[in-house]
């Protein structure tokens, strides 16, 4: 199994472009979600997908959107970076919502 | 104005001592916690759980401890080793799992 996998590693975006960051898991989990890291902070929700058909917004949910594509794939959409994205961000994924989450190695967002 | 977040909490630790690193979670209805490890540039990992009927819990080199009195809980690392270097979050789950803030453990050889 490969786990959580997030595509790309690495994007560097000028102000005001947009793009999909990409994340799917298979270990067949029903709860998925996004969050940001900024540097030497915590984890900070973005949205989740507490099953497939549905998303509802976190900590952090402005300039950002969401789309769960089906059971396995839950994508992240920055319609106009703003270089306040700029952060690593990662997906995971869980049983349920109460359950632990798995997490995916990241996708670090650079926007100049 | 966005929420900027809390800048982590650091622990040094002389290699080869013991490590503890605590949290304090805030529901007490929570029910489940859990440890995790994230390394420098990677995802954070499972290292150890523990649910509300225990209060002590112990992995390979790694103890929790769980004081629901006063809603804390801890991580123990046992022989501090440079790997152990990387942040530690508690989670605590009642319907959904919520993040502590994360502390920072740096190995000093």
């Known amino acids: 199994n490969a786990g959580v996998t997030q595509t790309p590693k690495f994007q560097v975006l000028k102000t005001g472009q947009s793009m999909t960051l990409q994340c799917a898991q298979d270990?067949?989990?029903?709860?998925m979600y996004w969050y940001r890291q900024d540097p030497g902070m915590g984890l900070r929700l973005i949205y989740y997908?507490?099953?497939?058909?549905?998303?509802d917004k976190g900590e952090v949910p402005n300039g950002y959107n969401v789309s769960r594509l089906n059971k396995r794939e839950f994508s992240l959409r920055l319609e106009s970076a703003a270089p306040s994205q700029t952060s690593v961000y990662f997906c995971?994924?869980?049983?349920?919502?109460?359950?632990?989450?798995?997490f995916g190695p990241g996708t670090r967002l650079t926007v100049t | 104005g966005e929420n900027v977040g809390l800048h982590l909490p650091t622990l040094s630790v002389q290699e080869g001592d013991n490590s503890i690193i605590n949290c304090a979670y805030s529901?007490?209805?929570?029910?489940?916690f859990i440890w995790y490890k994230q390394e420098s540039g990677k995802g954070p990992q499972f290292i150890i759980d523990?649910?509300?009927?225990?209060d002590k819990r112990q992995g390979q080199r790694v103890t929790v401890l769980l004081n629901k009195t006063v809603k804390h809980l801890s991580l123990q690392i046992a022989a501090t080793q440079p790997g152990d270097s990387a942040v530690y979050f508690c989670?605590?789950?009642?319907?959904?799992?919520?993040f502590g803030t994360g502390t920072r453990l740096t190995i000093i050889p």
């Open positions: 529901n007490s209805a929570s029910d489940y």
């Open positions: 270990m067949n989990h029903n709860s």
């Open positions: 989670a605590e789950i009642y319907e959904k799992l919520t």
């Open positions: 997908s507490a099953s497939e058909g549905t998303t």
């Open positions: 995971a994924s869980s049983k349920d919502r109460g359950h632990e989450q798995y």
């Open positions: 523990i649910r509300s009927n225990m």
